[in-house]
């Protein structure tokens, strides 16, 4: 019974996050603007990805808002490069590529909750497949000025 | 005992690599409430760290020089925080806020999201203002406008900073509002 206390000793001595070692992976999911989809600032999830949050997801990264990579699971990878750019706040591969649903390879790590993605290659870019305006307008409401004032 | 051993280790091996408890890092907090729904005031002391670096090891001088999302390794357990977002109502994020203190020890305040609902929603922030540890002056998170200002000098103008940011709008005239190639007044006829 004494090599119980060995184990606690072992396991909790060590910080409680996984290792921060890379594993090679490949992901489908779209790149959405962390800020809103997990703060709830704007509404429920399903209306801050797509098409009809394309504008903010616009500003956001543009304002320096983490990019993650929405998966078809729900997971949230926090993206920290694409293909060598490592300009993870307000770059401008990251700009170009906001609402876009791309396939992605690349090394996964995870550290105290959070997921964390570089991708080395963008396997393939599918453009903005989620047309959810079509459900939700535009969200947030005054992303599209009227063009008549 | 074979069997008893097996399913102690499994039982300390899970609780360490899941959060031990949810610490409450309120006490002390004078953060503003922004009514978010998952949203808890949190003050507490941390290093300023380049999250690539801290997550992978490629770490370049000054914590990327602004280009990089920027964390707050949490004192009181290691917990690497991620501050998504500055004090400032609007899209920005909070980098531009902290990269003066790279690398440094600080004090921070602001909100915690952990939204056991949506996944990954976990130790995130938002950042309201940072001091030095030690120091007694705050230095408020509200920065990134200014900065903007300066790198984008062609875009002065009325009206908030998105409305007017160069790249947003070039990609917004190739490709509309929606990404979809609509013109304005056909994007904003579909909101209609």
């Known amino acids: 019974m004494k090599i119980l206390p060995f184990f606690a000793a072992v396991f909790l001595s060590a910080p409680a996050y996984a290792a921060t070692e890379g594993e090679r992976v490949q992901v489908r999911g779209e790149l959405i603007d962390t800020w809103c989809y997990f703060s709830g600032v704007m509404g429920g999830t399903d209306a801050v990805v797509g098409s009809a949050h394309h504008t903010c997801a616009l500003w956001c990264s543009a304002g320096g808002i983490p990019v993650g990579l929405l998966a078809e699971d729900g997971t949230v990878y926090m993206v920290l490069k694409i293909e060598g750019d490592d300009a ?17 390879d690349g090394m996964l790590y995870a550290r105290d909750g959070l997921n964390y993605l570089v991708v080395e290659k963008v396997v393939t ?5 989620n ?12 992303a599209i000025p009227n063009p008549n004032k | 005992m074979k069997t008893f051993l097996t399913a102690a280790t499994l039982v300390i091996g899970s609780l360490a690599a899941a959060p031990l408890f949810a ?64 004090s400032q109502s609007g899209f920005q994020g909070a980098t531009v806020d902290l990269l003066p203190f790279c690398d440094a020890q600080v004090e921070v305040d602001g909100l915690l999201i952990q939204d056991e609902d949506i996944k990954g929603a976990t130790n995130i922030y938002l950042v309201q203002k940072i001091r030095m ?50 013109s304005h007044a056909e994007a904003y006829e579909a909101t209609q």
């Open chain 2, 23 to 86: 610490q409450d890092f309120s006490e002390g907090s004078t953060a503003k409430a922004w009514n978010l729904y998952a949203e808890t005031p949190a003050f507490f002391g941390a290093k300023v760290v380049d999250i690539t670096c801290e997550v992978t090891g490629d770490c370049p001088d000054n914590c990327g020089d602004g280009n990089r999302q920027l964390g707050l390794l949490r004192d009181a357990d290691d917990v690497l925080v991620f501050p998504n977002k500055n």
């Open chain 1, 131 to 142: 047309l959810n305006h079509e459900d939700y307008g535009v969200v947030p409401g005054f």
């Open chain 1, 88 to 104: 993870n706040a307000s770059g401008d591969t990251q700009l170009n590529l906001a609402s876009h649903e791309i396939t992605a």
């Open chain 2, 133 to 182: 540890a030690g120091a007694e002056e705050w230095t408020k998170a509200n920065t990134w406008s200014k900065d903007w200002a300066k790198k984008y000098p062609e875009a002065k103008g009325k009206g908030p900073w998105f409305r007017r940011d160069p790249r947003v709008n070039a990609i917004i005239a190739d490709s509309g509002y929606f990404g979809q190639g609509l």
């Open chain 1, 125 to 129: 870019d599918h453009g903005i497949t």
